[in-house]
């Protein structure tokens, strides 16, 4: 038994037991009190389960017990059109009462789904600003670590113009330099997990390092 069907029986068996009560009531009252009224507490019950066709079969079963109380309760010395009016107007309260009672239900669950929509639509905006701001982070990492390549290559430069060649040991340099450089983008690419850090000119960039520094620490406390 799922959820739903459990609240329908829950739900079922106290607006069947109320009914039932204020039925017996009926047929132990005068005609002349708008013991019909009574009902509107079993329309209210009625609105825990979440059916709208539910309380609409209950606000007709509790009109139908309105005129089986009124042929079941003793006679009494008041006029007939007011025994009738009574009873009409039980009918009248019930369903104003359903019908209102629904509409209000509506409105709240509309409300509910709208708030559902923004909260949906401001998670998504955060993340597009969250995607925005790794995206902002990386692009700066990068330049970062182009930018210090692309400076260094400046005093090659000025080799090449003084000596029109680079020394053997400037090669090795040269070398050694495009393979960090091409590591530290490699590890950029590679990350895990993002972390930021600052980088010149307080902005923020992506620690790549950060994984490197970790093991390190392990292997010092396992050392």
Known sequence: MNKSTAVNVRVSL??????????????????????????????????????????????????????IGYLGSPPSDVEMYKTYINRFLSVLAIWVTTILTLLQRDSINQLHQERLKN??????????????????????????????FLNNLHFFKLEIDRNNSLSPESMKKLNQMTQETTMRLNKLANLNEIREKKLAGDLIGIDYEQPAKENKKRDAIDG
Do not use: H
Request: glycine share 8%; proline share 2%.
């Open 14 to 67: 106290w607006c069947g037991l109320g009914a039932l009560l204020i039925l017996l009531i009926d047929f132990n009252t005068s005609l002349g009190i708008a013991s019909g009224v009574p009902y509107i507490i079993i329309v209210l019950i009625s609105l825990k389960s979440p059916g709208k066709r539910y309380t609409i079969a209950v606000a007709i079963l509790c009109t139908v017990l309105v005129w």
């Open 119 to 148: 909260l949906q639509s401001i998670r998504e905006t955060e993340i597009q600003q969250e995607k925005l701001k790794v995206l902002r982070a990386t692009m700066r990492t990068v330049q970062d670590i182009t930018g210090n």
